[in-house]
């Protein structure tokens, strides 16, 4: 058996002196020791260690800075992850998997689950099921994950050696987008909690990582898992799954409190209604009642103060092109599409313990409106801090542009309806969901059909980003 502890010793020595080579230390340990038996060890240690193990096989530090701003924008899911895919359904189905029985099994499970997602029902994973939902959604949900990253990564809030909890990790779209986001020298201790059969195909991609990303599957469920054996984590997914957990204010108060104190919950769901408006309300009681803060996209502007509009907000982001095995599906049935997700749409939200955000703005009360008061300020033109919180709602060419904006204090939906576009408003449609905005001399209505607040946008409006 190979010393561990001389291993680690003479790794913590060599550390700052030069990249450590497995077969030097291998002449350092007793009985010497084969040396893929100590670089085994030291992958195995390289997070306690803060070691990144390098192409040619040596360990260095971890680098202390932080996780840069990608320019993430991927059209289409890696190769890599969609051939692991195909050898999961040529695995159980055969070559011919998207035709016949087994390619209408695939296409039923796929229909089931939107419904249930779409009805509210249960959703239930079986092995035919977790494969649908690969086929369906691993490519959209890969997407997603980096574009909210960035959010962090911009303040410099993804440290290179990072503790990750992905809760509810299922087939892994989430996992493998934040591996491919973050740099080949960052270090990961990477742990999903996954119960379902999900949780082998998730395990098959997880394959498909790199050596610095050292990963564990804990087939557990979120309220069973061991937080206390973890330590305490740098980041917390919840990855489209709170629609589906019982209680899922507690769950995420539960990993809160797990996190360290400068770490961060990211919780993404689809941008249907109903799970969107569903993650906005389990933001707003965890808020309530652990204290957390809102990091981002839905900033508080006005200290003290907590939204009670619905909470319907989505980010839009470019299409992905749908892979290979997702047109096979929809080949072997009525070739129309319904089998291709190629759409990226998501709400997110993003908790912290520590008070930061991802802008530091407040309005002014000498300033701005609040749209807690908007009621008195109809009919009126007005000043206004505000984030915009959609893309364009206007459904057909003809209307005028809408975006939905909120300033945190908010109890009904608000919409900024541009009617009139110069360049003195431009920035209203240019700027990035997310984006905080002064509104100059908008002119504020009571839109009777939406039971909302018009805020319209015309020749004399100015409208500025103040922090994109």
């Not at 050898?87 to 055969?94: I, K, N, Q, S």
Request: one cysteine or more; hydrophobic letters at 40%; aromatic letters at 8%.
């Amino acid at each position: 058996m190979t010393d561990r502890e001389a291993v680690v010793s003479n790794a913590k020595y060599l550390r700052n002196v030069r990249p450590i080579d497995p077969e030097e230390i291998a002449e350092y340990v007793e009985g010497y020791p084969h040396p893929a038996v100590v670089k085994q060890t030291l992958r195995e240690e390289a997070f306690d260690l803060g070691l990144v193990e390098q192409a040619d096989g040596t360990f260095v530090p971890v680098d202390d800075a932080p996780v840069p701003v990608r320019d993430w924008r991927p059209t289409t899911l890696p190769e890599a992850y969609s051939f692991a895919v195909e050898d999961l359904l040529v695995g159980r189905y055969g070559a011919n998997w998207h035709t016949g029985e087994s390619g209408d099994e695939l296409r039923e499970a796929v229909r089931r689950l939107k419904e249930d997602y779409y009805y509210q029902n249960d959703v239930e994973y079986d092995e035919t099921a977790a494969l649908g939902y690969a086929v369906y959604h691993l490519a959209d949900y890969y997407a997603e994950v980096g574009y909210v990253l960035n959010d962090l990564a911009e303040n410099g809030l993804l440290p290179r050696t990072l503790r990750v909890v992905d809760v509810g990790a299922g087939v892994g779209g989430p996992a493998l987008g934040l591996h491919d986001y973050l740099p080949d020298d960052c270090l990961v201790d990477y742990h999903a909690v996954e119960p379902s059969p999900a949780a082998d195909v998730l395990e098959r991609l997880l394959d498909e990582t790199n050596e610095n990303f050292r990963t564990t599957v804990h087939r557990e469920t979120a309220e069973a898992f061991d937080l206390d054996a973890l330590g305490d984590a740098d980041l917390v997914l919840f990855g489209n799954v709170l629609s589906e957990v019982d209680d899922p204010v507690s769950v995420v108060r539960r990993y809160l409190g797990a996190l360290a104190d400068d770490g961060s919950v990211v919780a993404l769901a689809p941008a249907d209604r109903n799970t969107s408006i569903g993650l906005r309300e389990v933001e707003r009681e965890v808020e309530s009642e652990a204290g957390a803060t809102v990091y981002s996209p839905e900033l508080r502007l006005w200290p003290g103060m907590t939204p009670s509009d619905r909470g319907w907000s989505f980010d839009v982001r470019d299409d992905v092109e749908p892979p290979a095995f997702q047109r096979r599906l929809d080949e072997g049935g009525a070739s129309d599409g319904t089998f291709t997700k190629t759409s990226v749409q998501f709400s997110y939200s993003i908790l912290r313990r520590d008070g930061k955000r991802r802008v530091d703005l407040r309005a002014d009360r000498s300033r701005h409106a609040r749209m807690a008061e908007m009621e008195a300020h109809v009919t009126d033109r007005i000043d206004l801090l505000a984030v915009k919180l959609s893309h364009d709602l206007a459904d057909d060419d003809g209307r005028n542009p809408v975006f939905k904006i909120g300033d945190g204090s908010q109890s009904v939906d608000h919409y900024a309806v541009l009617t009139r576009e110069s360049a003195l408003n431009r920035e209203l449609a240019e700027a990035a969901y997310g984006a905080v905005l002064g509104f100059e001399n908008v002119l504020c209505l009571w839109n009777d059909d939406e039971a909302a607040y018009n805020l319209v946008v015309d020749a004399e409006t100015v409208v500025e980003i103040v922090a994109p």
